[in-house]
């Protein structure tokens, strides 16, 4: 039996791996932490995952299964780790994922580090991930622990975790990693928890409403700029290059749109955003195609870069690419691609699997990238 602590946001993931811990025989306490200090005028029910009554469904799963509960104020980490950061990130033409972050500074690190010094000997979380130690699920704490994809690969986030070192898995638990997300509905149901038919959150916790131009309207200056194509044309102007990222193609509000030889409009997408110079600049899909990365300070689970062939996810949800783990300029950690990766944005992150596509083994943010013709190599150091 170990000591342990559970993250509780007040959805029914965390509640039910509170609960699994529970019958497990484990000594659980629960805690739920007050991260976005969003005003209640600005909350928005189901979205975001800091609300009053996020609270107050965390308490009442804690409640039902009979276990200590407390909240934890880590608003004021939150705020200088999570959302400046992320407002500067696009301030500087790099594409934050905060979720990412607060997992690597906040919600799974800082916590983790907190847990071990209050005599605890593992953290918990609602995340749908899958640890495994020679094969077989992890039910205690221990060393060799590695990171695998969840049971329900529709609701896998091990990408999220990827930062995760070998020493904070062997202090983790991922109880509902093994079931599927219906299993965890019925698992609540079954145990009388109110968050059994519980909406899950989708949205940036502190942008509740999901309008990140607006929130970053509110956070940074206005900077004009103008819009312009590969060629040099002019497209349009704009007021902040942090309304754009590597990719979009929606809402780029052009004034005068590319034509092909025949007349027909061309589909245009980001593919630079300098803001050096507050220019936007477009081009069509092609010029969108990566074909290596270089990463950040990356992190591996096993402690050291993988050799031999392995899989790159560059999206939370988004499908893998055959690549191969190199050395780069300066001996930075290089992926090649064995096909182009298109949109790839600098700060966003770059997951490496094993070659079934199953154990994470880690990664880390895009430093550097390939660039289309006529554009010098995408060259930063995010910071988020």
């Known amino acids: ?70 909240v934890w104020d880590m608003s004021e980490a939150f705020d200088r780790e999570v959302q400046q950061p992320f407002a500067q990130a696009y301030a500087a033409g790099i594409t934050p994922n905060p979720c ?124 004009p700029g103008r819009i ?15 309304r754009f990222t590597v990719g979009q193609r929606r809402g780029l509000g052009l004034q005068n749109t590319p034509t092909s030889t025949d007349g027909r409009v061309e589909r245009r997408f980001v593919v630079d955003v300098d803001a050096s110079t507050s220019t936007v600049r477009t081009g069509p899909r092609d010029a969108l195609a990566c074909r290596w990365a270089e990463l950040a300070a990356p992190t591996w689970t096993t402690g050291a870069p993988p050799a031999g062939p392995v899989r790159v996810q560059v999206r939370a949800h988004g499908s893998t690419v055959p690549a191969r783990v190199t050395s780069g300029d300066d001996g930075a950690v290089r992926l090649e691609f064995d096909e182009p990766v298109h949109g790839l944005a600098l700060g966003q992150s770059a997951v490496v699997y094993d070659a079934t596509n199953e154990v994470c083994l880690g990664g880390g943010r895009v430093a550097r990238a390939d660039r289309p013709a006529g554009l010098p190599v995408f060259s930063s150091q995010p910071g988020v």
């Open 1 to 70: 039996m170990a000591r342990v602590l559970v993250a509780m946001s007040g959805g029914v993931d965390s509640a039910v791996a509170a609960a699994l811990l529970v019958d497990a025989g484990h000594d659980v306490t629960g805690v739920h932490l007050k991260l976005a200090d969003t005003p209640i005028e600005d909350q928005v029910p189901g979205h975001g995952c800091c609300t009053l009554d996020d609270a107050q469904d965390a308490r009442r799963a804690a409640q039902v299964l009979d276990i200590p509960f407390y």
């Open 100 to 223: 990412i972050t607060c997992n690597e500074r906040v919600k799974y690190a800082a916590l983790l580090d907190r847990a071990v010094s209050m005599g605890f000997d593992a953290l918990a979380t609602g995340h749908h991930a899958r640890l495994r130690r020679d094969g077989e699920p992890v039910i205690e704490p221990g060393p060799d622990t590695r990171l695998h994809r969840s049971a329900d690969p529709r609701k896998d986030q091990s990408y999220v975790l990827y930062v995760a070192t070998s020493e904070q898995l062997a202090r983790t638990l991922l109880p509902v990693g093994e079931v599927s997300k219906d299993e965890v509905r019925t698992i609540a149901a079954e145990r009388g928890l109110r968050v059994a038919d519980k909406p899950d959150s989708y949205d940036v916790c502190f942008i509740p409403d999901g309008d990140t131009a607006g929130y970053l309207e509110h956070h940074l200056p206005a900077a």
């Open 228 to 242: 312009v194509d590969l060629d040099g044309t002019a497209l349009g102007e704009h007021d902040g290059i942090w």
